[in-house]
């Protein structure tokens, strides 16, 4: 099985945010960082959004700088994201996951209230 490495950022509901320069971009690594049993996922212009898909359902917080993140890049206003959120690019031509959109990344550096752990 061929699996891509990509930039992923990751973002707890609580805690710093983290990015990694190099992420296997696949669903049991996906859910093994979520910590999660059952992942789904929903893309907006630019970007996937890896979530708990049982996240409403078992009580998971919710994900506020996650969701503003995806309205911002054009998700559903009324879609609030639960749970740890793992965000990558859109999958390329391939099916594979490519890196974070350099809009995302850009919106949270400039964002004094999502911190990225060095």
């Known amino acids: 099985m061929t699996v891509k490495n990509v930039r992923a950022l990751f973002i707890p509901v609580d805690g710093d945010i983290e990015l990694h320069e190099s992420f296997?971009?696949?669903w049991?690594?996906?859910r093994d960082k979520l910590d999660v049993q059952v992942i789904d996922v929903t893309s907006t212009r630019?970007?996937?959004f890896w979530v708990d898909d049982e996240g409403l359902l078992n009580g998971?917080?919710?994900?506020?700088r996650a969701s503003a993140l995806y309205w911002l890049d054009g998700g559903y206003l009324g879609n609030v994201l639960h749970g740890n959120v793992l965000i990558m690019g859109l999958p390329?031509?391939?099916g594979f996951e490519t890196d974070v959109p350099d809009t995302i990344l850009k919106i949270v550096e400039e964002?004094?209230?999502m911190r990225i752990r060095a």
């Open 46 to 48: 630019n970007a996937s």
């Open 24 to 26: 296997p971009g696949h």
């Open 28 to 30: 049991q690594v996906i």
């Open 92 to 94: 390329d031509d391939e």
């Open 111 to 113: 964002n004094e209230t």
């Open 60 to 64: 998971s917080q919710p994900n506020r």
